[in-house]
């Protein structure tokens, strides 16, 4: 019986992609292994092997065509001694249910609380999950291997609807929803601008009714005011002309969907900290010069993701991911690095950043933001992380704040090293001053702890020969 | 002119021109046809030289009462020729201004009597030549006229319409007025203040049947106190003119008497212009002299609509259109003192099932009013109980027709009780009046 090749989810948040270009054509013979298409997600270009053998029976989808949904057949492989004529009446969606079909992962079946807060952002256990199971690289592009990753990905909820933390709604509305026990996030505005108005609450039923249905925001996800949220369409400001259309890439989608989230649904605070660098400066001149023969130059950023590793391992507590119903507390401190990269960012991982040295985490780094800048990162290379770093030092930025990274908890915003005046001993001096900001997820990490990470950062940064220790 | 258009509005009242102008700002090539006067029944013979007419004896009241003030003028007369020139002058004014607004907008438009003439197609009538234009949608807005009473038959001489009311060439001494709606009671008030005996007959047992009870109530005595005759639950049975009189039968609980008028003004209604325009044939659904629509003007046959400026944007796609909510309508009543009234009357409310609060606070508490002189009237508030929504605001009392508006915006916004309370409404000004009618229905009044 013909095998249908089913759309790979290639990381737990993919819901569709881009068949970029197919590798073979119909009447190829393949081989378990072989590389049959490349498939273009909002981050990454990745390539899709066959895991049956057989001959490429029909190709479903046309190279270029976006918007495909993960679980999509998109061509049909002919077993050892079918013909083409076995395709006749073969249905693929039909075939592709009994045996490839979505279920739950066992993590969500146990960890997952079933409201609507746990639901907008993944879950770190689910992030995690994909992150192990693809730790290898290879994505599966047909069942059964494909199943467990796609069933995942299908039940990641889409972005919610309301863009902002405020609500809209009259205050007649507001006044029968508190009345009733409504959660006005649930429901859908029929006024000017979605506002919620009487009606909307007038015959909606506590906890049911007149909620979103949970179908249909899915297909709104297409939509731009899923993306402008409940604010209005910018598009009402300005005159027709006056400006170029660009529509979103999948990239910038996902990074518009992914912080939004996050600022919505993480309670983000900030600590702020100045570091002397002189001394760090010293040491890493001295290193880069003894490192010359053999090709090693460590940068700042390098000890500053070692010292972020360590700080962890220091501060256990800070290394840690909120799922909702538990803390998840890492065992390794795998950092992410933020890369700017045209037209978006990416924040690819250097794992286990707490057992590799100045060196290896160097060259990992430039590894990853090279394969970043092609687009070539695999889910595995960026999904998940427990902590990352964006360093917008080398842009005279001297201070900012950063957005958490769901699903991990903190983030370091690294302003540049620069020499400033400073007090020491009641005499003015100068150092060369680095300050940094840290933004905690208060949910998982509270104020003194958060506090207690960054002066450990302070430390070994500040006297980073104990980076060795 | 073109003869194919995205949009043709037939009937340019306010309801018809507003919409054109609107469809052309949303880039639909656009037309009105007009049989008369470009502004229609309203602005020049309803709404607007009515305004015009009442705004003299407004004027003519307060000379009457020159020594309140201070002041002193002798030989206080009028002209009623002059008093009509003005309204038409108003009247011609703004149709001028309607003229300027269609060619502003590039809105064709057409001259003639229009009938439907099959889908997307009307024919348009004009001095017997017939011409047709195509249009994707069609906008009725041919509005209404008055109604007529059997056996009480308008002649334009003895028994008028609004339109003969309008510009009467002397005075009449004695006057008969059928119907205590607003357009009956505009004219009794602007005759009876011009020095008209006038006599107001109404077959409900209130005048203004369509305001709160309260209100009718108060009206009543105002009126009485101002000369009118005003008999309720009462029937005109029938009008006989001969000699230039009319002598009418009027019936109260059972008994019949009669009585002379020099002029005899028919108030009982307006129906709407639905005849004669191809409504049947093409399907259009009309219900006791309305086309029968939804909130956003559509009569259920594909490119026929009737009026509104959400109907217009509906059909031209704009994302955030919106319905008509027609209980956020206001009326308002240029009577002497006014009346104005935006959603539902206590006795409404409470045949809704509403448990209601209420709140009425009389103008005499109010400080602008009593420095004007007009310190009669009140308002009233309605509130759901549970809930704080305004379900409606009633008014008598000075300037109340400029007022409401700010109960209709706070409908229309759905503020509660405690947004109008903790609102700041200038001192000294009428609106204050508005704020302790809230006020009071939740027992916190100040000057009262």
């Known amino acids: 019986m013909p095998i249908p090749i089913l759309m790979p989810a290639l990381s737990p948040t993919m819901e569709e992609g881009t068949l970029a270009k197919w590798l073979v054509k119909e009447g190829d013979t393949v081989a378990s292994g072989d590389v049959i298409a490349e498939i273009e997600t909002d981050k990454a270009t990745m390539e899709v092997e066959a895991v049956d053998e057989g001959t490429i029976g029909r190709l479903l989808v046309d190279a270029g065509t976006e918007g495909v949904a993960i679980n999509k057949p998109i061509a049909i492989i002919l077993e050892d001694g079918e013909d083409k004529a076995a395709l006749e009446g073969f249905d693929p969606g039909d075939a592709s249910k009994p045996s490839p079909s979505p279920r739950p992962s066992p993590q969500r079946g146990e960890g997952d609380v079933d409201d609507d807060a746990a639901q907008n952002s993944p879950s770190p256990r689910r992030g995690e999950g994909g992150a192990q199971r693809e730790g290898d690289g290879k994505v599966r592009g047909v069942e059964p291997a494909s199943s467990t990753v796609a069933g995942k990905a299908g039940e990641v909820p889409p972005a919610p609807e309301n863009g902002g933390d405020r609500i809209f709604a009259s205050p007649l509305a507001r006044r029968i929803a508190a009345d009733r026990g409504l959660d006005l996030a649930g429901i859908n505005g029929s006024g000017p601008h979605g506002r919620i108005v009487k009606a909307d609450v007038a015959d909606a039923v506590p906890g049911k009714a007149n909620a979103k249905p949970q179908a249909a925001p899915k297909a709104d996800t297409k939509k731009a005011s899923a993306l402008v949220g409940s604010l209005p369409d910018p598009r009402l400001y300005y005159e027709k002309g006056t400006y170029e259309e660009v529509p979103l890439d999948g990239m910038r989608k996902s990074i518009a969907k992914r912080l939004s989230q996050s600022k919505q649904e993480i309670p983000h605070y900030y600590l702020t900290i100045d570091c002397e660098l002189d001394e760090l400066l010293r040491v890493r001149k001295e290193l880069n010069a003894r490192g010359e023969a053999d090709g090693i130059k460590v940068s700042v950023n390098d000890f500053i993701i070692r010292a972020s590793a360590l700080a962890l391992m220091k501060e256990p507590d800070c290394n840690v991911s909120y799922a909702g119903d538990a803390l998840l507390k890492h065992k390794h401190a795998d950092i992410g690095v933020a890369v700017a990269i045209d037209g978006g960012l990416i924040t690819p991982i250097v794992k286990a950043a707490d057992t590799k040295g100045l060196a290896q985490i160097s060259a990992e780094v430039k590894d990853l933001a090279e394969r970043a800048k092609d687009r070539k990162l695999k889910p595995s290379d960026y999904e998940g992380g427990s902590f990352s770093v964006s360093n917008l030092g080398m842009f005279g930025i001297k201070n900012f704040t950063a957005v958490i990274n769901p699903p991990q908890s903190a983030i370091m915003a690294v302003g540049a090293g620069e020499e400033r005046p400073v007090v020491k001993n009641g005499s003015l001096g100068t150092a060369t001053i680095m300050t940094v900001t840290l933004s905690c997820d208060h949910r998982a990490i509270d104020g003194a702890l958060g506090a207690k990470l960054l002066q450990a950062f302070k430390r070994l940064i500040e006297d980073p020969l104990t980076m060795l220790l | ?448």
């Open chain 2, 1 to 448: 002119m073109a003869t194919s258009y995205d949009l043709v509005v037939v009937g340019t009242g306010p309801g018809g021109y507003v919409a054109a102008i609107r469809a052309s700002q949303l880039g639909m090539k656009t037309a009105v046809v007009e049989r008369s006067e470009l502004g229609g029944i309203c602005l020049n013979w309803g709404c607007i030289p009515t305004k015009a007419l009442l705004r003299t004896s407004e004027i003519y009241d307060h000379l009457q009462h020159l020594d309140d003030f201070g002041l002193s003028a002798s030989n206080i007369s009028f002209d009623i020729e002059k008093v009509v020139k003005r309204s038409r002058g108003v009247a011609g004014q703004l149709s001028k201004g309607v003229t300027f607004l269609m060619k502003k907008n590039k809105i064709d438009v057409i001259k003639g009597t229009a009938k439907l003439a099959g889908k997307g197609k009307l024919s348009i009538e004009a001095d017997g030549k017939t011409q047709d234009v195509t249009a994707k949608h069609i906008l009725l807005a041919t509005g209404a006229r008055a109604r007529a009473l059997p056996g009480i038959e308008p002649d334009g001489e003895v028994i008028w319409t609004y339109r003969e009311a309008m510009v009467p060439k002397t005075l009449p001494k004695k006057l008969l007025v059928i119907g205590s709606g607003a357009i009956g009671i505009e004219f009794a008030s602007f005759y009876n203040t011009m020095g008209a005996d006038v006599t107001v007959v109404e077959v409900m047992d209130r005048i203004l049947p369509v305001e709160d009870e309260d209100v009718s109530a108060f009206a009543l005595k105002a009126f009485k106190k101002q000369g009118m005759k005003i008999i309720t639950g009462a029937k005109v049975a029938k009008v006989d003119v001969a000699n230039g009189e009319a002598k009418a039968t009027i019936e109260v609980a059972g008994k019949s008497s009669t009585e002379t008028f020099d002029k005899v003004i028919l108030a009982v209604g307006i129906t709407g212009n639905v005849e004669n325009i191809g409504l049947e044939e093409a399907g259009v659904k009309v219900d006791r002299g309305h086309v029968v629509v939804d909130g956003f003007g559509r009569t259920g046959v594909d490119g026929i609509y009737a009026i509104g400026v959400a109907c217009v944007e509906k059909i031209a796609g704009v994302k955030d259109a919106h319905p008509l909510d027609t209980s956020n309508i206001p009326g308002c009543t240029y009577c002497r003192p006014q009346v104005a009234s935006v959603g539902m009357t206590e006795a409404k409310a409470k045949e809704a099932g509403h448990d209601v609060r209420t709140g009425t606070f009389p103008f005499h508490g109010n400080g602008k009013a009593i420095a004007l002189g007009e310190p009669d009237g009140f308002i009233k508030t309605v509130f759901d109980k549970k809930t704080g929504e305004l379900l409606g605001a009633h008014m008598i009392g000075p300037e109340v027709t400029e007022l409401i508006q700010g109960y209709a915006v706070a409908r229309q916004l759905e503020t509660t009780e405690a947004e109008l309370m903790q609102t700041v409404f200038p001192h000294p000004t009428l609106s204050e009046a508005m704020h302790e009618s809230v006020l009071d229905a939740y027992g916190r009044a100040i000057h009262i």
